[in-house]
């Protein structure tokens, strides 16, 4: 059975190696990308063209994928004059890897569904070395009949892939996970920064808290900063930044608000404000021991 054709944008550390996967695996691409030495990588190991308008790359591809930064740079692709919904086949299915605020996922969704294509919100988990080797941990949502038709190309780029629900379903897990993950180092790191200013031994502080039910990975990836200053977590302050924000906003487009999702925000947003944006999130530790009242 003939392979689907892919339309990939979007080739950071994440979606260049999911792309080299799936070129491993035979898939035939097209790709974009502002950065032009990644496209040529891509071109460079075969069966992939690169497309110059996101309209170009729509008319040419069975299936869609985005793995971008923002939901606005999404939007723009899509809504462009060029954009995806210009050149979008009808049967064709958009897959958003990103994470992205579920409202505009679902204003999308309808949009594409008006011109006879579907979508998919598929955020990820794992790391960039799972996504070379097809083993990352996909959590899917939309139409159960769009997700049924792309799974088969789901399942080879990731090892565990969960079906959520309706469209936006994906990207709302995704937010309530970053949520509780990054306010947990948030969190953790100022105890950290607490008993460093207090004088208190923050080795052990982390014998204490990790015999006890506080004990997390979190936990050691903050410990591993605070106490023995290694940067292991891999998640930036600007993305954790970006996701709480999303978090923040989609809890006031339920009609709700979240008190400690404002709180952790804040202090990503005073972290990035102090040029510390591309640290890891546990490097929050300095902001807090440096933080004066």
């Given amino acids: 059975m003939k392979k689907p054709t892919i339309g990939f944008i979007g080739l950071g550390l994440m979606g260049g190696n999911m792309v080299e996967n799936l070129q491993k695996r035979g898939f035939e691409l097209t790709v974009m990308d502002l950065n032009k030495d990644e496209v040529a990588k891509v071109i460079a190991r075969g069966n992939a063209t690169e497309a110059t308008t ?30 995806i919904l210009a050149g979008i086949k009808e049967g064709a299915v958009l897959i958003d890897f990103g994470t992205s605020i579920p409202a505009s996922t679902k204003k999308i969704g309808k949009d594409l569904a008006e011109k006879g294509a579907g979508m998919i919100d598929a955020p990820l988990g794992r790391t960039p070395a799972h996504a070379k080797d097809g083993l990352l941990n996909i959590m899917a949502a939309g139409n159960k009949e769009t997700f049924e038709k792309v ?11 969960f079906y959520l629900g309706a469209l936006g379903a994906g990207h709302t897990t995704k937010l309530i996970n970053n949520f509780m993950g990054m306010t947990t180092v948030v969190a953790m790191s ?16 982390f014998d204490i808290m990790s015999a006890g039910p506080s004990n997390s990975p979190f936990m050691k990836f ?17 993305n954790a930044n970006k996701d709480l924000g999303y978090f923040v906003q989609m809890m006031n487009d339920l009609g709700s608000t979240s008190a400690i999702a404002e709180a952790t925000s804040s202090n990503l947003q005073a972290a990035v404000a102090a040029d510390m944006g591309n640290g890891n999130v546990p490097e929050i530790f300095d902001y807090f021991v440096d933080l004066k009242k």
Avoid: H, R
Wanted: proline share 3%.
């Fill in 190 to 205: 100022q105890a950290f920064a607490a008993a460093k200013l207090a004088g208190v031994d923050t080795q052990q502080l």
């Fill in 222 to 238: 903050c410990k591993n900063y605070a106490v023995d200053n290694v940067s292991d977590l891999g998640f930036s302050i600007n």
């Fill in 151 to 161: 799974k088969p190309v789901l399942d080879e780029q990731g090892e565990n892939v």
């Fill in 54 to 83: 996101p309209k170009e790359l729509a008319e040419k591809s069975d299936i869609i994928m985005f793995c971008l930064t923002t939901s606005a740079v999404v939007e723009k692709i899509v809504y462009g004059e060029e954009g």
